[in-house]
C-alpha cells in the first residue's frame, strides 16, 4: 500500500507562483513514475505532468508547457510541481498518483495508469 500526501496548495493572485509537494511512503520510490493530476468544480480529473524514474523524462499538458515544472527527489521519496505565472483557470484540486511499475508503457495521459492518489490540496488563483 503506497500512499501519498500532498502539500502546497492555497490562494494566489494571478501571475504568482505555487511548489506543491507530494511526499509518498514505500521503499521503491525511485522506481515509481510519478503524476500530478487537477480536478476543477465541475470538470473531468485531466492530466497536469508526470515524470518517470530517470527525470530526464517528463510529461506535461499543453496549457502547462513552460509555466509547470515536475521534480523529483528520490532521497526524500517527494515529487514536486512547481507552478509559475498561474492563471486563474488552474485553480482545481491538485492530486499526486503514482505507478509502482517502473517500466509501465502504458498512457501516462490517463489517470487510470495510476494505482494509488493522495487527497488532493486545493490551489485557487484569482484574478
Known amino acids: 500500500q503506497v500512499q501519498l500526501v500532498e502539500s502546497g496548495g492555497g490562494l494566489v493572485q494571478a501571475g504568482g507562483s505555487l511548489r506543491l509537494s507530494c511526499v509518498a511512503s514505500?521503499?521503491?520510490?525511485?522506481?515509481?513514475?510519478m503524476g500530478w493530476f487537477r480536478q476543477a468544480p465541475g470538470k473531468e480529473r485531466e492530466f497536469v505532468a508526470a515524470?518517470?524514474?530517470?527525470?530526464?523524462?517528463?510529461l506535461y499538458r499543453d496549457s502547462v508547457k513552460g509555466r509547470f515544472f515536475i521534480s523529483r527527489d528520490n532521497a526524500k521519496n517527494t515529487v514536486y510541481l512547481q507552478m509559475n505565472s498561474l492563471k486563474p483557470e488552474d485553480t482545481a484540486v491538485y492530486y499526486c498518483?503514482?505507478?509502482?511499475?517502473?517500466?509501465?508503457?502504458?498512457?501516462?495521459?490517463?489517470?487510470?495508469?495510476?494505482?494509488?492518489w493522495g487527497q488532493g490540496t486545493q490551489v485557487t488563483v484569482s484574478s
Open positions: 498518483a503514482a505507478e509502482p511499475r517502473q517500466y509501465y508503457t502504458g498512457n501516462l495521459y490517463d489517470e487510470r495508469t495510476y494505482d494509488y
Open positions: 514505500g521503499r521503491t520510490f525511485s522506481n515509481y513514475i
Open positions: 515524470i518517470r524514474s530517470s527525470s530526464s523524462f517528463t
